[in-house]
């Protein structure tokens, strides 16, 4: 599979993923120009995507959704509650277009299969992503207050991870973020701090992941390098030998990030 980082904040957030015959996308959380020049900076058609999964209805995974769709008549997978949540922003949509899937029902998009868990966020029913060719397991876990066991589970065994790590907790503290706002985010439905991001990409890797990238970075209580450290010093406490054992990323805020071939 291959695998790239559109763009990922709370400005936006669009991932790509494919193997040989199946080109997806995970959430069109910008304009839907802004996701065609994407993907064309890492070579990549916008009519051969087929499809778009969606994990939740904030605005800042499903902004360009209803333009893509209707641009390339793609259809739109999404949980019955997350479409109710959002159908009203979307304008129309085909009805050959509206796909909805269970918590507990893997499906298929073309040769792809798809199982999807629930995280813990101030969503309608908010999830994430396991995407499987048949030979490589790849996780995406975003937007989430806590790691629940149903998320560890699922990524568990995974040879990519897509691991949201939002906010340094001091400097969330420390900002300017209203009260309500910084207990928002940290609340059990808000967004995972890079100590937990660290801690549980540290479990990942136990179980096998060779590829971690750190993503849905704050720009107001984060910053790249230091959630790149947090984690990275967790792993080497632990003996964790980066570009040896684990290849360590963090997926870029306003353009493309590495693209990464399993």
Known sequence: MKFCSLYSGSSGNSLFVSNKNTKLLVDAGLSGIRIQRALTDIGEKSDEVCGILVT?????????LGVMSRRFDLPIYANEKTWEAMVDDLGKIAPHNIKTFEFDKPFSVEDLEIEAFRTSHDAADSAGFIINDGKKRLGIATDSGIITPEMTKALFGCDLTLLESNHDVSMLEAGSYPFYLKQRIKSDYGHLSNEIAGNLALSLVKKGTKHLILAHLSEEN??????????ARILAGAGVILKEDVDLFVAKRSSVSEIIEL
């Open 56 to 64: 939740h209805e904030h605005r800042d995974h499903i902004h360009g």
């Open 222 to 231: 984060n910053y790249p390098l230091l959630a790149y450290e947090t984690t």
